[in-house]
């Protein structure tokens, strides 16, 4: 398969440390056959190539010296014949080509060090994707479903405050928070085949040589122990799923030579 595809913007800067731009591109992914098909019946199905046209306009901005940058983007994303992937009774893995999708959002950055040592990092993310046009099998209709694995909400946090010691060497804490909304492992949106909301928080202290050759970190991976699938599948009638590692912590060294 082969496509033109393009991209036109335009920016604007009404001062040096703010610009606002808009953007339209028209992008394309190939078609092709099915990698783990199930009979010689899905290996001779391919599927078609998609194209996607995306209307986006932001703002980029800087404040009190660079000490804060907030950045926003809106965008609406359409899609002709998009490929969405799905698992059959028998684990197989098919791609099909739904007919029209809308993908629909926000997102939001900001990097602040409000005083000397400190770093507040945050980010947002609101996507509404839902399908225009979807039959995936006769008599089977998911027009206006969300798609699969896609949140409306995601939120990270990441704050951090570096010490500085007497010596040249520093001390770093830092906290990282991720937020998902609940999400669909399948098209259908029904059934078993859904995630809960998560909240996962991660935690550690580094501490750096004077000299940036080594550094030793305590660390510690999904403090609150959070449970939720990373995989979901259905198998003769069972449903099956894979889940995310439980609360971890560890020590690490790291040496430049």
């Not at 994303?77 to 698992?87: A, E, S």
């Amino acid at each position: 398969y082969d496509a033109w595809t393009w991209r036109a913007g335009l920016n604007w800067r009404p001062s040096e440390d703010h610009l606002i731009y808009g953007m339209v591109s028209r992008g394309f992914k190939s078609g092709g056959f099915q990698d783990t098909p199930g009979d010689a019946v899905d290996a001779a199905d391919g599927f078609d190539p998609e194209y996607a046209t995306q209307y986006e306009i932001g703002q980029k901005s800087a404040f009190f010296g660079g000490a804060l940058i907030w950045n926003n983007t809106a965008y609406v994303m359409k899609y002709t014949d998009l490929q969405t992937r799905r698992t059959l009774p028998d684990l197989s893995i098919v791609t099909d080509n739904a007919g029209k999708a809308t993908i629909k959002g926000f997102e939001s950055q900001l990097a602040w060090r409000p005083f000397a040592g400190a770093r507040l990092t945050a980010g947002y993310a609101y996507t509404d994707a839902t399908f225009d046009e979807f039959e995936p099998e006769p008599g089977l209709d998911y027009a206006g479903n969300r798609l699969s694995r896609t949140p409306k909400h995601k939120l990270v946090l990441s704050p951090s405050y570096t010490v500085d010691m007497p010596d040249g060497s520093d001390l770093r804490l830092a906290v990282d928070y991720h937020y998902e909304s609940r999400i669909f492992d399948d098209n259908s949106n029904t059934g078993p085949e859904q995630r809960a909301p998560t909240h996962f928080v991660d935690a550690r202290v580094v501490f750096t040589d004077p000299t940036d050759r080594w550094s030793v970190s305590l660390w510690g991976k999904n403090l609150t122990n959070e449970l939720t699938r990373t995989f979901q599948a259905v198998f003769l009638g069972a449903n099956f799923g894979a889940y995310n590692p439980p609360r971890t912590v560890g020590i690490s060294l790291n040496y430049t030579y």
